[in-house]
Structures are given as C-alpha cells and as structure tokens.
C-alpha cells in the first residue's frame, strides 16, 4: 500500500555525518508514523528514531544526541541526519511507515564507518 525507496547509503570515516532520505509513494494519507530502523550482522533489528505525524521523535538511547529524524509531509519524505558517527552504527538502515493497516519497510540501504 506503501512503497519506500531509501537513499544516502555510503562508507565514512568515524566522526563523520551522512544523511540518508526515504522516499514514499502510495497510500501515503494513511501514514501516522514514520522511521528507521537497523540490522548490523549477526545482530537484531533494531528501532533507531521515529517521528510522528505531529513532529514527535523518539530516539535509541544509542543514537541520542548524534541522529536527528526529520519528515517533510508535503514530499512525502523522511530523513535520518546522522552524525558523530561510530563504527557500531554500522548496518543496513530500512526506512519504514506505520499506518492503519499495519508497517511497511524500504529495501534498506548500507552504512559503513570505517577507517
């Protein structure tokens, strides 16, 4: 009902920044929510920040103070501005929606932090 296209994904050095964006398209008056997850290998996916259709965000106690969500309703868009960057923020990022119907998620899009 909802398709997500990610972008943003690359390699950066630690205390770098990057920012990633997400693309909606579909049914997007049904989203309430919106936000992005992390799966790192070998570990769980886990919930990174979300943002409410009112501009309220939640963040991971790991990623407070350095991540900052954002959403622009008239583009349909959501971003993750990501700084201060460590080399555990390393994962696939899946942007993803929450609506009446249920959850949706993007195809997910790599981050790196390496030296």
């Known amino acids: 009902q909802v398709q997500l296209v990610e972008s943003g994904a690359g390699l950066v050095q630690p205390g770098g920044s990057l920012k990633l964006s997400c693309a909606a398209s579909?049914?997007?008056?049904?989203?309430?929510?919106m936000g992005w997850d992390r799966q790192a290998p070998g570990k769980q996916r886990e919930l990174v920040a979300t943002?409410?259709?009112?501009?309220?965000?939640n963040y991971a106690d790991s990623v407070k103070g350095r991540f900052t969500i954002s959403r622009d309703n008239a583009k349909k868009m959501v971003y993750l501005q990501m700084n201060s960057l460590k080399p555990e923020d390393t994962a696939v990022y899946y942007c993803?929606?929450?609506?009446?119907?249920?959850?949706?998620w993007g195809q997910g899009t790599q981050v790196t932090v390496s030296s």
């Open positions: 579909g049914s997007t008056s049904t989203i309430s929510a």
């Open positions: 943002v409410t259709s009112g501009g309220f965000s």
């Open positions: 993803n929606v929450q609506a009446y119907w249920g959850r949706a």
